[in-house]
């Protein structure tokens, strides 16, 4: 209620309000009051210290050390008073607790009495003069201890004259009586808060203490702790306090937390008598949540709450019938009662409470899929043990072929009607509801997907009909795929597809006849999908990888030499540069499958060098031949490395040793390549033009001379590096120049050695530290000319390109 509002109020222009409210109203104003007279008081004292400085005549500077700044407070005066009013009600409750329980035995049964109901009417009376003088926190600081004193009250009565009676009955009833008479003080006090907290703390524990006095059973404490969350429940939604309604949904959260997890144990636990009871139990939290749903304004509170309903309510309607059925039926009846949920979509139900029981139906179907997953993932992932046990004969049925590392999980009948009724739910979910129809279509195609999976495996179909089975669901999920109308359906079933196709492979390992029967088969019907627009890329790039697979299988069978399969494997790079260059949307997968493939053909003749030469030969070939389109002119450089490959592969299988027999073939078409690009671009650089063709042979070269003891290597290196230094002297290139004169000083070094050392030796040894001395004498002395002169080199170095 806003102030102006509230003066209507007082002065009769609006509807008399009830005593309570006016004098909540009346304290609200006076505090206004207080705060508006404290505020204009502070403006005041500021208004009258600002006159009193400007009065004064204005003093000379002085130069010394500032005035020290006032020191702000730590803290503000309202905080300081509740520190105060809080340590001063908890020294007087620990002194109240010691008398009573200390100085107890000093006084009689009349003086007992006397002083306990003397102090207490004193204590609960004091906050009523208090709050006419608005000193709220006080009277709240002295209403706490009065609180306590009834508790001591409490304990006195049962010590003085009820020690007969048990003590856990006597403080269920007097902590019900407390609450009671607590929600009343607060109730006539009015702008208290914390007689109406403590009375819902002491509310917590009559029904609790109860149930321990009497010696329930487990089932009596759950629905204690339910009836009391219910209570919670009632107060948090009907009252307009917000520190009362967060305890009392701390109470909730607590008691109904604790309620609900004895309730669910029991009912896991229970046999059909107790089994009733647990469900009852849930049923009665599943109320309570729903009703505190229904109740709240909070949307998202609400739908949370809703949800949490649901779910409790699926626990009860599927404890009973689990008791009665075997254990394998357990989380198809739970299935059952999520999917009885979506029955409140029709109900005259707010919107919050239809979409919480929706996303509570939506949890049980995810676990219940969840616990049919290990059958899937066994018909899935078991075939992948025959990579190890290939052609090692076909096992009786298509259980038998998908268990041969894993075990077949129990209760394989339920778990793939599961799967059906989840799929069920989904295909219904996506003509029902527009806003979820790609997910729930999505999910419906992956759950029938692994219902075609499991199907044959849990039948025992024999081998061939379940591989049959297999191709044709793979056939099935790319027909989806290619005529899906939305992209997670496309998605989803082209992924299928492939999975699905991956696994029969696997499945087809136990035979040779079946290996090659359905690698040719999915060869041809991948490729024939390539056909589509939708699926040409994938498919085309799947065929290529099946071929692959099929001319590897084929050599097998035919018992050849890894060696030889791979000259059948080329075949499948030859027709992805082909397919590449004539379907543009299969250019990408099908030259990246296709480089696989000459990976996987290199790797197979790598035992045998000889046909390893022919294998790198007609790689190069097809890179060359890809190299000719206009978009694939990098392909050139794939194509050169292939051929130089082949080329030492085959002097290495000659038995040839001289490195100039590897160098040569790549020096002279690499400065053909170089003289051509420099006369095409003069721009470019001589490094770049003939820096590689020359260093590949003229280092080699250099090595292999150094460690020769021969005369023909050096002469022959030594004429060559001078021809190079005199041709790029001539035409002023730097690359010629600079390698040609490296590669010839160093190689006449190796050839003067010999006779360097023996003269050295004829020289005293002072000899080479005097020279060293003039030699720097020399330089120093010339030491601008020298700079001057290595200026002049760099500079003509650098008009050669």
């Known amino acids: 209620m806003s102030r102006a509002t509230a003066r209507a109020t007082l002065h009769g222009m609006t509807r008399p309000l009830p005593p309570v409210e006016e004098l909540r109203i009346l304290d609200m104003e006076l505090r206004h009051l207080d705060a508006r007279r ?21 003093s000379p500077p002085v130069f010394g050390p500032a005035s020290p700044v006032p020191r702000q407070p730590e803290t503000t005066a309202p905080r300081v008073q509740n520190v105060l009013l809080v340590l001063g009600g908890v020294l007087l409750a620990v002194a109240a607790t010691a008398f009573t329980l200390v100085s107890w035995g ?42 306590a004193l009834t508790v001591l009250d409490a304990y006195a009565l049962h010590e003085a004259a009820l020690t007969s009676v048990d003590g856990t009955a006597y403080a269920a009833v007097a902590t019900a009586l407390l609450a009671g008479a607590w929600w009343g003080y607060g109730t006539a006090l009015g702008s208290l808060r914390l007689p109406f907290l403590a ?15 009497v010696g329930a059973d487990p089932y009596t ?18 009252t307009s306090v917000r520190s009362l309604r967060i305890a009392a949904a701390v109470g909730v959260y607590g008691m109904g937390g604790w309620g609900v997890l004895m309730a669910g144990v029991l009912s896991w636990e229970a046999t059909c008598p107790g089994a009733l009871r647990a469900a009852a139990l849930l049923a009665c939290a599943a109320a309570i949540a729903l009703y505190a749903a229904w109740r709240t304004p909070r ?17 009860a309607l599927g404890g009973v019938p689990r008791a009665l059925l075997p254990g394998a039926w357990t989380v198809p009846v739970h299935l059952v009662c999520g999917i009885g949920l979506l029955l409140v979509l029709r109900g005259p139900f707010p919107e919050h409470v239809r979409r919480g029981a929706v996303r509570a139906s939506a949890a049980v179907q995810a676990l219940a899929a969840v616990w049919a997953l290990p059958l899937v993932a066994v018909a899935l992932l078991g075939p992948v043990a025959w990579a190890g046990r290939a052609w090692s004969g076909a096992p009786s049925d298509l259980r038998a072929a998908v268990t041969v590392w894993a075990p077949w999980p129990a209760d394989t009948a339920a778990r793939t009607l599961v799967l059906v009724g989840v799929a069920a739910v989904l295909a219904g979910a996506a003509r029902a ?214 080329a030492w592969v085959r002097l290495g299988a000659w038995g040839v040793g001289t490195p100039e027999a590897y160098t040569l073939p ?109 030699l720097l004498l020399a330089l120093g002395a010339t030491y601008e000319q020298r700079i001057r ?4 080199i760099r500079e003509a170095l650098g008009r050669m390109r």
Do not use: K, N
């Not at 699905?500 to 696997?506: C, E, H, I, N």
């Open 433 to 646: 509801a527009a806003a979820w129809r790609d997910r729930a279509v999505a999910g419906a195609v992956v759950l029938v997907w692994a219902t075609a999976l499991v199907l044959p495996a849990v039948l025992r179909l024999p081998y061939a009909a379940g591989l049959l089975v297999q191709g044709l669901t793979a056939v099935v999920t790319l027909a989806a795929a290619a005529y899906a109308r939305r992209t997670p359906a496309f998605l989803a079933s082209l992924l299928l597809s492939l999975f699905t196709a991956a696994g029969l492979v696997l499945l087809s390992l136990a035979s040779r006849g079946a290996t090659l029967t359905v690698l040719a088969a999915l060869t041809g019907i991948l490729a024939g999908a390539a056909a589509h627009r939708r699926l040409t890329p994938v498919c085309a790039s799947a065929s290529l990888a099946g071929a692959a697979m099929l001319a590897c299988a084929v050599g097998s069978a035919a018992e050849w030499a890894p060696a030889h399969t791979a000259l059948l494997v080329l075949a499948v790079p030859a027709a992805a540069a082909l397919l590449a260059a004539r379907v543009p949307r299969a250019e990408v997968p099908a030259e990246a499958t296709g480089a696989a493939a000459g990976l996987l053909a290199i790797a197979l003749a790598v035992t045998d060098a000889p046909v390893l030469a022919l294998v790198l030969a007609l790689c190069g070939v097809i890179a060359a031949g890809t190299a000719v389109r206009a978009d694939r002119r990098w392909a050139g450089y794939v194509a050169g490395a292939l051929f130089v490959l082949a």
């Open 789 to 792: 002169d290595a200026r002049r």
């Open 38 to 58: 404290a505020q204009l008081l502070a403006r005041r004292a500021q208004l009258i210290a600002f006159l009193r400085q400007s009065s004064r005549p204005a």
């Open 199 to 213: 009375a819902l703390g002491a509310a917590q524990l009559p029904l609790l203490l109860g149930a321990a006095a």
């Open 666 to 774: 790549v020096t002279v078409p690499a400065l053909l390549v170089g003289f051509i690009r420099h006369r095409r671009d003069p721009a470019a650089s001589s490094w770049t033009a003939y820096g590689p063709g020359l260093s590949v042979t003229l280092l080699p070269s250099l090595l292999a001379a150094w460690t020769d003891a021969d005369w023909p290597r050096p002469l022959l290196l030594g004429t060559a590096a001078l021809v190079l230094t005199l041709l790029g002297a001539r035409h002023r290139l730097q690359a010629p120049l600079l390698l040609g004169g490296s590669v010839l000083v160093l190689d006449v070094l190796h050839e003067l050695a010999p006779y360097l050392v023996q003269l050295a030796g004829m020289f005293p040894r002072w000899l080479p530290p005097a020279l060293a001395g003039l």
């Open 221 to 238: 404490v759950a629905a204690a702790l339910l009836l009391t969350a219910a209570f919670d429940t009632v107060v948090a939604l009907r």
């Open 299 to 315: 949307q998202g509170l609400a739908t949370g709450a809703a949800t949490a309903g649901g779910l409790l309510l699926v626990a």
């Open 106 to 147: 000093h006084l009689g049964i009349a003086g007992r009495s006397v002083v306990l109901a003397a102090v207490t009417a004193a204590v609960l009376g004091a906050p009523v003069p208090l709050l006419r003088r608005g000193l709220r926190s006080t009277a709240e600081t002295l209403a706490g201890l009065g609180l």
